[in-house]
């Protein structure tokens, strides 16, 4: 039985469904994520790319954020919704936020929490990363 988690945009126009399982879930602190989502901290889901599915891509939009990185958003609400980089081929990062559905992990980890903002007081006793750990997707939170 294959089980999927089922997500949206803010206004419903990009609609998307992920093929679980994901294969790590963490906060990241970057200043990328802060300006590109207008917060603090951004929570992102990753999975293989081929486990994406969107109903509708007429109103995605991608924005090269950096040479090696892309961000997906709705070109209608101008939620931002996916992450890719040639870092991670094969992999597409999602905002936890835009999922409606369960997922079937919790967050495991912070990430460049060399950048957190110091506005934002952190109680969960998660490991925290000053950058981005160098590890293999299969051990990556």
């Known amino acids: 039985m294959t089980t999927v988690a089922r997500g949206a945009c803010l206004c419903g126009a990009v609609q998307f469904a992920a093929t679980l399982p994901s294969l790590w879930c963490a906060h990241c602190h970057c200043s990328q994520c802060q300006r590109a989502h207008g917060a603090g901290v951004v929570t992102w889901v990753g999975f293989a790319s081929a486990a994406l599915r969107l109903s509708d891509d007429q109103q995605l939009r991608w924005y090269a954020s950096s040479l090696a990185a ?14 890719r980089s040639s ?55």
């Open 70 to 83: 892309e961000r997906g958003f709705c070109q209608r609400c101008g939620a931002s919704l996916f992450f």
């Open 87 to 141: 870092r991670w081929p094969g992999e597409i990062h999602i905002a936890r936020a835009n999922f409606t559905d369960s997922l079937d992990r919790q967050p495991e980890a912070h990430v460049y929490f060399a950048n957190h903002v110091a506005w934002l007081a952190l109680a969960d006793t998660l490991p925290r990363h000053a950058e981005l750990p160098d590890v293999a997707a299969s051990e990556r939170p």
